[in-house]
T-cell receptor
Framework: LAKTTQPISMDSYEGQEVNITCSHN???????ITWYQQFPSQGPRFIIQGYKTKVTNEVASLFIPADRKSSTLSLPRVSLSDTAVYYC??????????????FGSGTQLTVLP | ETGVTQTPRHLVMGMTNKKSLKCEQHLGHNAMYWYKQSAKKPLELMFVYSLEERVENNSVPSRFSPECPNSSHLFLHLHTLQPEDSALYLC?????????????FGDGTRLSIL
């Protein structure tokens, strides 16, 4: 099982770029890296997914080094509304036991004015 | 709008009541999930359904009973709940079962047990 490790919390200021790193040292060949965002009293929202190198969408970028043992979610020019908990999940697209479907504690990002 | 709708949004019930939570997805997905999120705690996976068949029961007490009549609907039947069952209950769906399949979540049902 690819266990993930993220910082518990991070603070940033409006307009800055924020990078949240997730470690997954025993990632498997078939595993993808998926990031979610959760606001209080709402369900998590899918942000971005990648397998290797770099992926970018209208919300964020995901950087994955060649060894794939970590990944970095990059949020450009954050605003107060980006204050949320961010989760990193690692797993294959074709299977997943209950133990793997573990969101963990995530990273609480607080954006300050 | 996530394509996953949960009702009711809020529910208050006594310990002896019987109620049901409903989840409906309009995404054509084959897998559906129930999660529990207590205050200040991570999400806990409860049940996983794939093509209407229950494939995971994550050691959930029998007072929680899931039902998946078709691929678009998922229910969670509640009876004889305890105060510690007060939480946000989230439903999600994904194209197929797999940790790497992006999940689409509803906004949950806030359940309070008196």
């Amino acid at each position: 099982l690819a266990k993930t490790t993220q910082p518990i919390s991070m603070d940033s200021y409006e307009g800055q770029e924020v990078n949240i790193t997730c470690s997954h040292n025993n990632i498997a060949t078939n595993d993808y890296i998926t990031w979610y965002q959760q606001f209080p009293s709402q369900g998590p929202r899918f942000i971005i997914q990648g397998y290797k190198t770099k992926v970018t969408n209208e919300v964020a970028s995901l950087f994955i080094p060649a060894d794939r043992k970590s990944s970095t979610l990059s949020l450009p020019r954050v605003s107060l509304s980006d204050t949320a908990v961010y989760y990193c999940l690692v797993g294959a697209r074709t299977s997943g036991s209950a133990r793997q479907l573990t969101f963990g504690s995530g990273t609480q990002l607080t954006v300050l004015p | 709008e996530t394509g996953v709708t949960q009702t009711p949004r809020h529910l208050v019930m006594g310990m002896t009541n019987k109620k049901s939570l409903k989840c409906e997805q309009h995404l054509g997905h084959n897998a559906m999930y129930w999660y529990k999120q207590s205050a200040k705690k991570p999400l806990e996976l409860m049940f996983v359904y794939s093509l209407e068949e229950r494939v995971e029961n994550n050691s959930v007490p029998s007072r929680f009973s899931p039902e998946c009549p078709n691929s678009s609907h998922l229910f969670l039947h509640l009876h004889t709940l305890q105060p510690e069952d007060s939480a946000l209950y989230l439903c999600a769906s994904s194209q197929d079962r797999g940790v790497g399949q992006p999940q689409h979540f509803g906004d949950g049902t806030r359940l309070s047990i008196l």
